[in-house]
């Protein structure tokens, strides 16, 4: 799925990885499994976690995912309440330190929805107004 996503071939992939097309071909098939060493190239290469490579199995609905680049999380599908409450899975609850009372800021754009905690949205813009004073000043 990876190589897939990238638009790679076989043969582009196993170079980086320095086996043959047909060694590599039995991996995606599942014949054989390639060792550690092999198993970090392929997650170094794709930019995830070793362990995202060996272990990841989510799904969306009855799609596999592949695991997402490192520093990128997806903790599955969540369902809309009939007053449009969500619950945020326990794990991004955790990863963010979000509990009861936290605020978040809603973004949005044709593709999609995004939650950002409120405190760094507020930070971040901030900032950008800071540097955009300090450029407008400058000129």
């Known amino acids: 799925?990876?190589?897939?996503?990238?638009?790679?071939?076989?043969?582009?992939?196993?170079?980086v990885v320095e086996i043959s097309r047909q060694s590599y071909a039995k991996w995606e098939q599942g014949e054989t499994v390639p060792d550690i060493e092999k198993c970090d190239r392929l997650a170094s290469f794709?930019?995830?976690?070793l362990d995202a490579l060996m272990h990841y199995d989510e799904k969306v609905g009855n799609t596999k995912m592949a695991p997402p680049p490192e520093g990128k999380f997806l903790?599955?599908?969540?369902?809309?309440?009939?007053?449009?409450?969500?619950?945020?899975?326990k794990e991004a609850r955790d990863k963010y330190g979000l509990q009861e009372g936290s605020r978040l800021v809603v973004l949005g754009d044709e593709e999609g929805i995004a939650?950002?905690?409120?405190?760094?949205?507020?930070s971040q813009l901030k900032s950008a107004l800071e540097l955009s004073?300090?450029?407008i000043a400058e000129d």
Not at 46 to 49: A, D, E, P, Q
Not at 115 to 122: P, R
């Open 1 to 15: 799925m990876l190589r897939n996503l990238k638009g790679l071939t076989q043969e582009q992939v196993a170079e």
């Open 46 to 49: 794709y930019g995830i976690k």
């Open 75 to 89: 903790w599955g599908t969540i369902k809309l309440g009939n007053r449009g409450q969500i619950v945020i899975p």
């Open 115 to 122: 939650l950002i905690q409120a405190e760094k949205f507020e």
């Open 133 to 135: 004073r300090k450029m």
